[in-house]
């Protein structure tokens, strides 16, 4: 399992990281922001006892760089990550999912949108589904398989 986790999308891998520690399942987290100062949980997702590389835009923490470095070095790895969960900018997510996809990977994005009623009747916080339609964050998400969402209108 790797686990992705952007900016703000850094806080809700820890739980992840834990429920991977717990089950014994192996994982790798892979952890990206701005600034040393922009790693807002990343003590949690290392507390969980998984490995973790952090990179930062400007190299203040770990590497310099994006989580995408990372990424490309271990999706051609010998050992089989099995899926990728990714959490954080939308971009972010884009270039995560199109690399998974390259290499077969199964990747799960967690998307974020706004949410008025937060029960669906409002429609406000939809992704247009692959192959048409569109999908409810509220209520079908807010983690979907990669192939299911269409990313990038951002």
Known sequence: LLLIGGGVGIPPMA???????QAGRPAVAILGARTARHLAGAREVAASGIRVI???????????GTVLGPLERLLP????????????????LVAVKERCTAAGVPCFVSVERFMACGFGACLGC???????????????????PAEEVVLGGF
């Open 15 to 21: 739980a992840a990281a834990r429920w991977a520690a």
């Open 126 to 144: 939809t992704v247009p589904r692959a192959g048409g339609g569109y999908l409810k964050v509220c209520q079908d998400g807010p983690v979907f």
């Open 77 to 92: 790895a010998a050992e089989p990550i099995g899926e990728v969960w990714a959490c954080g900018p939308e971009p972010m």
């Open 54 to 64: 952090t990179v930062t835009d400007d190299g203040s923490a770990g590497e310099r």
